[in-house]
């Protein structure tokens, strides 16, 4: 195990969890990561492993069949896994987004159906707030969810879905008016809606489309789709928790969790950058001796590892802090923002310390390179983070005048 990036005080079952994690990296997806990505193929043998070691059930609470691990526990496995292949992190946080808005918004009903099968990882999660013209402004939505008798018809469009294609539960966030009068705050008038569909592209239940796979610049293997809604109609026991007019707060809890895993992705993949880094400059020689033995290089390995270890250490403690119980949107913004910027500036430097062969498609710091972007707008850009750390500022440190 390498020196950097390690956490104090984890138990042994965590220990052997991430030793487990480590060693499926390193044998199973570091190996075809790059081939897959270039050709931009769903990882299904990796998804199937991960399945049969219990990740899909990670932070699923033991009595519906998952191992009831911390979210310390699943960020560290999502900081291996990324290590690998940053692809594979995202089709297990967005399954895990929505396992864990289930668990803690879900109706005892809803628990009971959807929970077991998603621990097996027979379900698989998808969510969606956004849509395309509105980008971070989740208040804006237009997509709508309007009672009709014991049903929910609902229209839209939503866009960037992560696992659109191959989940078969999709948390959708429209706005109902239902109950809530003229005026009422925009972000008190939304609901999250629990849609089943078949896994696949086209029109895949009555009403829902899945137009096909959004070609990206990197963050490639995982779909990335749109999702039309067009008369869909959901009964509404699948409204989550119940009740209108919360799915702002759900989503939002939800993507606490969600940061804190961009985060994990950040230290992931900064990790295998700087690990790659520091190998390629101990095997490249100029004028006479290796160029990790110059001056200019060992600045830029400095700085590298003393990133990855910073970024680590602040998502270690947003996920500590929301497994105490406490509010983390805090360091779960700055870990985030943190995390990613740094991420981009270790896969930049070992890529110059490639010089040209890291703009080869041959080595793995060039998916690196078209990797790292995603980190800086998923789950609330860089502005979006900046934001909240400002605002939780200013009611921390309220000037008493």
């Not at 992190?89 to 668990?103: D, E, P, R």
């Not at 866009?159 to 005026?183: F, I, K, Q, Y």
């Not at 896969?347 to 980190?375: C, N, Q, T, W």
């Not at 800086?376 to 309220?398: D, F, H, P, S």
Request: hydrophobic content about 40%; charged content about 25%.
């Amino acid at each position: 195990m390498a020196r950097l990036a390690q956490t104090a005080g984890l138990t042994d079952v965590q220990q052997e969890i991430l030793a487990t994690v480590r060693d499926f990296v390193d044998k199973e997806i570091i190996p075809v990561a790059t081939q897959l990505e270039h050709k931009d193929e769903y990882p299904t043998q990796i998804v199937e492993g991960l399945k049969e070691l219990g990740l899909f059930g990670l932070m699923i609470p033991e009595e519906y069949g998952g191992l009831g691990e911390s979210l310390l526990t699943y960020a560290l496995c999502v900081e291996e896994i990324a290590r690998g292949w940053m692809s594979v992190s995202g089709i297990i946080n967005t399954h895990f987004i929505v396992a864990y808005m289930l668990k803690q918004h879900g109706t005892q009903e809803q628990k009971d159906t959807f929970l077991p099968r998603m621990a097996l990882g027979e379900v698989r999660g998808a969510f969606s707030m956004s849509e395309p013209a509105l980008g971070s402004d989740v208040s804006a939505i237009t997509s709508k969810g309007v009672k009709d008798g014991d049903e929910y018809v609902l229209n839209g469009q939503k866009m960037w879905l992560t696992n659109g294609g191959t989940s078969s539960l999709v948390a959708v966030l429209c706005r109902s008016d239902e109950g809530h009068p003229e005026g009422t705050a925009p972000h008190k008038s939304m609901t999250t809606f629990l849609v089943e569909k078949e896994p696949g592209f086209g029109e895949v239940r009555p009403g829902l489309t899945i137009p096909g796979k959004i070609d990206k610049m990197g963050y490639k293997g995982v779909d990335t789709t749109e999702l039309v809604m067009d008369g869909l109609r959901i009964p509404a026991n699948r409204v989550l928790g119940g009740v209108t007019g919360r799915g702002f707060y759900q989503m939002m809890d939800g993507v606490e969790v969600g940061r804190v895993n961009v985060a994990a992705r950040g230290c992931g993949v900064a990790q295998r950058a700087f690990e790659l880094g520091v190998s390629y400059a101990q095997q490249r020689h100029t004028f006479g001796k290796p160029i990790a033995q110059h001056q200019a290089i060992q600045f830029k390995l400095a700085e590298m590892a003393t990133k990855v270890e910073a970024a680590h250490a602040m998502m270690v403690n947003a996920a500590r802090k929301k497994d105490s119980g406490e509010r983390n949107d805090l360091e779960a913004g700055m870990a985030k923002y943190l995390a990613s910027e740094y991420c981009k500036e270790v896969v930049e430097d070992a890529f110059r310390i490639h010089g040209g062969y890291g703009f080869s498609k041959e080595y793995e710091i060039e998916r690196l390179y078209r990797e790292a972007p995603m980190l800086l707008i998923g789950e609330g850009t860089a502005e979006i983070q900046k934001m909240i750390i400002g605002r939780r500022l200013l009611e921390e440190y309220r000037f008493q005048g």
